[in-house]
């Protein structure tokens, strides 16, 4: 089993994004996903930055993979689109059927989470156009999973979100330049302010979601660390984290030494314990239980 860091899905500054890159070629991770898959207006980095980044973790020894945009809405964006999906180094994670279809002529792709992928005709007919991996959508549970591995594809790699802010949803509007009662044309890019999101609580002061541009996630992150056992009797093959602005490599220290298997469950569950307040992580959605839900290890 391998450790994949998904894109990171904040409004990072350029120099906050090499900084973190840096640091993540000295961090037990295989895979790195890199690009803006948010928000089209986040251009800190242009592609050629990306290039560069991507080359240094190479160098590294890290596997690199382009990972396009969910909301295509103009042709600006369908020109990026294109020269990613055209570049002739590093494979592509395709968010979206426009990413697929450029995809298909070109080479093989990774099918992102944003794709509906629900059921195993789906899963096939993507592999049939040239997907090699596929990262199951976010709110489908470990027994859904267990049917969609039995019946897809031999050679076609299974990779898990595991850890993060899950994504649930993408608007043309934007939600942080609402809050401050601005047009998305003229944002400000304010939600660069907000290095990880801007919570919403419920009348009861418990976090709901999680604002980031025209992203919205869930309230708490998901942590899928003491469920790698069960992913590996179902033969998955890669667990992602999504990057956050503060410990991610504990984080991501604590995935590797569960994925190989240098940690007891005792203290995979004491690690839980310690590292979070009033339980807030959420599981629910592996369970089949409503997303925000954390159900402990017996």
């Not at 999906?85 to 080479?107: F, G, H, I, R, T």
């Amino acid at each position: 089993m391998k450790i994949s860091l998904g894109p990171v899905q904040y409004f990072w500054s350029a120099k906050k994004i090499y900084q973190f890159y840096e640091q993540v070629k000295s961090w037990p991770v295989d895979i790195v996903y890199l690009g803006e898959n948010v928000c089209a207006k986040r251009r800190e980095l242009k592609f050629d930055d990306w290039l560069q980044i991507a080359d240094e973790l190479t160098t590294a020894g890290k596997q690199v993979v382009l990972s396009t945009l969910v909301l295509i809405e103009a042709d600006s964006e369908l020109s990026r689109l294109k020269k990613i999906c055209n570049n002739n180094q590093y494979p592509v994670e395709a968010n979206d059927l426009s990413a697929v279809y450029l995809m298909k002529e070109v080479k093989n792709f990774i099918a992102g989470p944003h794709i509906n992928m629900y059921n195993a005709e789906t899963i096939k007919l993507l592999s049939n156009l040239g997907a090699y991996r596929w990262v199951m959508p976010m709110e489908l549970s470990a027994l859904t999973l267990k049917q969609l591995i039995k019946n897809k594809p031999a050679q076609l790699e299974t990779e898990v979100f595991a850890y993060g802010h899950i994504p649930l949803s993408f608007s043309a509007r934007c939600f942080t330049a609402r809050k401050y009662n601005l047009p998305k044309d003229q944002c400000k890019f304010l939600c660069q302010k907000d290095q990880q999101g801007i919570t919403l609580y419920t009348q009861e002061k418990n976090k709901l979601f999680n604002i980031n541009g025209i992203q919205l996630q869930s309230g708490i992150p998901c942590n899928l660390l003491a469920e790698i056992e069960q992913m590996r009797s179902l033969k998955v093959d890669i667990v992602r984290l999504s990057p956050q602005a503060n410990n991610m490599q504990t984080v991501v220290e604590m995935f590797r030494k569960a994925v190989d298997k240098t940690i007891t469950q005792a203290e995979i569950d004491l690690w839980l314990t310690q590292n979070t307040d009033n339980n807030e992580w959420c599981n629910g959605y592996w369970y089949n239980q409503p997303g925000m839900y954390w159900q402990k290890q017996a």
